[in-house]
């Protein structure tokens, strides 16, 4: 089981190697600007990369892009994880969200009619749908809400913004900026992909006082703690099957 996850920066993706206990070394391939970490799981049936990709969609998605070109094999999977905001009540501070959907959610054009996604517009795409069975495993590992997780370009910063965004998008749970480049690289590859987020602020007026980044960062650590053994659960028949 080849596992590559990507996170935005690099206090992510060490928070996801701590859970795996140490670094086995370099994967083997590079990305320009990030170097692929390979972490060690005891039992050796899964292999598991983390690569610190960049802030934001574009970034994320040329980064994974990259990494999926130049391994020396086919990964499995792909993880979009991190810290991200949660929208309130459902998904407090140091919650984690599994996404059941991966959606683009500032992704094509205002009108006088409001917000119109770019397939409203005729072309594009504005969501992914992870594997199902396999989000609700790592959700039933993890203790994880399974809710929509949307991927925007400007962090939420207010309460009208938040109001838009849960109106056009009430199955959302969290926002982060990452996913989407995440899923549309993992797409051009036909690699599943899962996103995974630990929340570390409430989407809404910016509030840097109520912000708890080392809680999300250990809660992000505990996640894939309890996620490897779920990774080596799933055959190699079960992966041909998502």
């Known amino acids: 089981m080849r596992v590559l996850v990507v996170t935005a920066v690099p206090a992510e993706r060490d928070a996801v190697t701590r859970a795996f206990g140490e670094v086995s070394g370099p994967a083997g391939h590079e990305v320009p600007g990030s170097q692929v970490h390979r972490v060690a799981c005891n039992s050796g049936f899964a292999v598991v990369d983390v690569l610190a990709g960049g802030v934001g969609p574009a970034a994320a998605a040329a980064a994974t892009a990259f990494a999926l070109a130049s391994a ?7 993880i979009s994880a991190g810290i991200g905001g949660g929208f309130a009540p459902q ?6 969200v599994v996404a059941s959907g991966i959606v683009a959610a500032d992704l094509g054009a205002e009108t ?14 504005e969501r ?3 594997p199902p069975a396999q989000v609700a495993d790592v959700a039933t590992a993890t203790g994880a809400l399974t809710a929509e997780i949307l991927t925007v370009s400007t962090v939420t910063g207010s309460a009208a913004r938040t109001a838009a965004l849960l109106s056009a998008h009430p199955r959302a749970a ?5 996913g989407f480049g995440v899923a549309e690289a993992a797409e051009r590859t036909a690699v ?6 630990a929340i570390s602020n409430a989407v809404g007026p910016r509030d ?3 912000w708890r980044i080392g809680e999300a960062l250990a809660a992000l650590t505990g996640a894939f703690g309890k996620i490897v053994p779920v990774l080596e659960g799933w055959t190699h028949h079960d992966r041909h099957n998502w």
């Open 112 to 125: 006088p009619e409001g917000f119109v996604p770019v397939t409203g517009l005729g072309f594009g795409r």
């Open 174 to 178: 969290a926002e982060a900026m990452e």
């Open 72 to 78: 020396p094999g086919p990964y499995d999977l792909v």
């Open 208 to 210: 840097r006082d109520g």
């Open 192 to 197: 599943p992909v899962l996103e995974l987020r």
């Open 128 to 130: 992914f749908t992870p």
């Open 91 to 96: 998904a407090p501070v140091g919650s984690l």
